[in-house]
C-alpha cells in the first residue's frame, strides 16, 4: 500500500501493531514455560491475557476507523523476539535466563508502548475520537506490563542473576 497521507499511516501503523501483539501472544507461550521463576511466569500469563483484549481493542479501533484488521509484518518485533530465542538456547543458568526474558520482553513492551503513543497522537490530529479510548487502555496496559517486568527485575530477580 502506498502510504500517501496520514490516514494511511494511521492505518499501516495500526497494522504494524496488529501483527506484533498476535505474534507476541503466539511467542508469551514459550516465555511462560521458559520462566523459572513463579512470579515471572505468572506475569507472563497475566499479560498473554491480556494481550487477547488488546488484539480485540486493535480490531476496534480497525472497525471505527471503517477498515477490516489486517497485519502488516513487522520487522522490528520479529528481530526482538529472534534475538530472545536465540538468547535462551544459549543460557544454561535459570537465574541468568529469568533476566534475559525480563529484558526481552521489556523490549517488545518499549515498542509497543511507542506504537500507541504515536497511534494516539495521530488519532487526535485525524479526528478519530473512538479511537483514542481504546489505544489509550492498550498503552496503559503496556506501561503497567513494563513497570511490573522493572520491579520484578530490580527487586528479586537480577540480585538472584548476579
Known amino acids: 500500500m502506498a502510504l500517501k497521507n496520514l490516514e494511511d499511516l ?3 501503523t495500526l497494522q504494524d501493531v496488529y501483527f506484533a ?24 500469563k497475566d499479560h498473554r491475557a491480556e ?5 480485540e ?3 476496534t479501533v480497525f472497525e471505527l476507523i471503517g ?4 497485519s502488516e509484518e513487522c520487522p522490528a518485533i520479529e528481530g526482538i523476539v529472534k534475538e530472545a530465542e ?3 538456547k544459549e543460557i544454561e543458568d535459570p537465574e541468568t535466563l529469568d533476566a534475559a526474558l525480563i529484558a526481552a520482553a521489556q523490549a517488545v513492551e518499549h515498542y509497543e508502548i511507542t506504537r500507541y503513543g504515536t497511534l494516539l497522537t495521530w488519532a487526535k490530529l485525524l479526528g478519530y475520537e473512538d479511537a483514542i479510548s481504546p489505544l489509550r487502555d492498550n498503552i496503559e496496559e503496556e506501561k503497567s506490563a513494563d513497570a511490573k517486568l522493572t520491579r520484578l527485575a530490580e527487586d528479586k530477580l537480577n540480585k538472584k542473576a548476579a
Open 51 to 55: 494481550t487477547e483484549g488488546q488484539i
Open 67 to 70: 477498515k477490516k484488521p489486517s
Open 86 to 88: 536465540e538468547l535462551i
Open 57 to 59: 481493542r486493535l480490531k
Open 21 to 44: 501483539e498476535n505474534f507476541i501472544h503466539k511467542k508469551l507461550p514459550t516465555m511462560i514455560e521458559k520462566s523459572s521463576n513463579a512470579s515471572l511466569g505468572k506475569l507472563f
Open 10 to 12: 494511521f492505518e499501516h
